[in-house]
């Protein structure tokens, strides 16, 4: 059995977001402090914020909207790849090379990048600066994945796609109906097998939304995850079918 890893940035007022979109403003409407007998705040940012997902609506037209994305895709085996410092690009040469070296399963249904982009995430904090050099995925690349007939594709970056092309990689990802995770805090997954538990807030109608992502390294189904319970003693999430988890292809 294998204890969570927390793979989501922390939500503050200096995490950083997009050039142009809204940072997070948490602003408190009661407090205790003030006397109010409860502690109320709203929260205002850009859907794509921190840690995400991008709903294939996100560039697709008629693609699927956030709240209409299958748990069967959300939640299940994954692979983790550690890609090196020297690597700028997750270009279609570089995955054939990695495939190669067996590195990347051939059978692999979603996929996270650990990359030089987690340098400095401590417990999930980025406090910036946003930098333009983010490794991402290619247009090759990403055309590679969906060949490979994965359905999930997720990165520690701020993009899924790198600065100067946003636009391609992720059309060639959505539109063949492939989730892509972004601003994931990579730095203490290990590289290899597990379970992916990523789940987006369900709001309704929209192309993307924040998400919880939590990582269950060397675990190989859902059945074989620890969960620590208020108590104090932890008990197997899944076994004998308690998980039942559609495969997604």
């Known amino acids: ?31 205790h402090d003030a006397g109010d007998g409860y502690a109320l705040s709203h929260l205002s940012a850009t859907l794509h914020l921190g840690t995400h997902i991008d709903a294939p609506r996100h560039f697709i037209p008629d693609g699927a909207t956030v709240d209409a994305l299958p748990l069967a895709v959300l939640i299940g085996p994954a692979f983790v790849v550690d890609v090196p410092d020297d690597v700028r690009a997750i270009d279609a040469p570089y995955l054939e090379r990695l495939a190669a070296a067996g590195g990347l399963p051939a059978d692999a ?10 340098a400095g995430l401590v417990d999930g904090r980025d406090e910036g600066p946003f930098r333009r050099d983010f490794v991402a995925v290619t247009a090759g690349g990403a055309r590679y994945l969906v060949a490979l007939g994965v359905r999930l594709v997720g990165i520690d970056g701020p993009s899924i796609a790198p600065w100067d092309d946003t636009d391609t990689p992720h059309v060639v990802l959505l539109g063949a109906g ?41 675990a190989a189904d859902p059945g074989a995850i620890d969960i620590a319970h208020p108590g104090g003693d932890a008990r197997s999430v899944g076994a004998a079918g308690a998980i039942d988890v559609d495969p997604p292809r």
């Open 178 to 218: 492939v989730v892509a995770v972004e601003g994931l805090a990579m730095a203490e997954a290990p590289p290899g097998h597990g379970v992916l538990v990523c789940l987006p807030l369900r709001i309704e109608g929209a192309e993307g939304a924040p998400a919880r992502a939590v990582w269950f390294a060397d």
């Open 1 to 31: 059995m294998t204890r969570p890893i927390d793979l989501t940035r922390r939500i503050t007022t200096d995490l950083p977001v997009w050039p142009g979109d809204l940072p997070p403003v948490i602003t408190p409407v009661a407090t």
């Open 109 to 118: 249904v979603r996929i996270l990048f650990r990359t030089r982009n987690s």
